[in-house]
């Protein structure tokens, strides 16, 4: 009896062994993403956040916009926005498997037309399009430890980037949790 309880214990030992190797070869690094060798996502920046950590404090993030980090308790619900959502909520979106185009205030209608077009091609139909002030490209797509800077909407990078990460497979909470539902809290000076 003691025997089988060993047993057990080692296969155990052994089957979570092999989870951890999986979920860390998985993991992307920061600078590039070692997980693809398409030419296309050279340019693509990641990150290390785990998930998990809530707040209702505001939080200063060190990418515009966010890509991971503790978020507020509620996200957003997914959709088109015409003005920008908090960062707080947003990312608790991406925690969840979302993909958040952002786009500098002032493009042209139908460049915005031409991203949310591109946001419908993702399979999960987990998506935000926000404008955002002070993006360092015209336009920008994220996903939880993922984002690339885009030349602006029909930058030809764009499809190929939804293609590697619109399924989620980055956030901690992509295969659980949803985007609908949520709440609709806006960005503004008081609450950037």
């Known amino acids: 009896m003691i025997t089988r309880v060993f047993l057990l214990v080692g296969l155990l030992a052994l089957v979570g ?56 308790p509620v996200w957003d619900d997914c959709g088109v926005y015409t003005a920008p959502i908090r960062n707080e909520n947003g990312v608790h979106d991406l925690e969840h498997g979302t993909v958040w185009i952002t786009y500098r205030p002032g493009l042209s209608t139908s460049d915005v037309q031409s991203l949310e077009t591109a946001l419908g091609t993702v399979k999960s139909k987990k998506t935000i399009l926000s404008p955002y002030p002070g993006l360092p490209s015209p336009v920008v797509v994220t996903v939880w430890n993922a984002q690339l800077d885009l030349n602006g909407a029909n930058d030809s990078r764009l499809p190929v980037f939804l293609q590697e990460y619109g399924d989620g497979h980055t956030a901690p909470e992509a295969a659980f949790a949803t985007c609908q539902g949520g709440a609709h809290v806006m960005a503004s000076p008081s609450n950037p």
């Open 17 to 72: 062994a092999l989870v951890w190797q999986v979920y860390e070869a998985r993991k992307p690094s920061t600078g590039g993403d070692p997980h693809t060798d398409n030419p296309a996502l050279q340019d693509v920046q990641t990150f290390h956040y785990v998930g998990g950590q809530h707040t209702s404090d505001p939080v200063t993030y060190a990418q515009t916009p966010p890509a991971g980090g503790p978020h507020d």
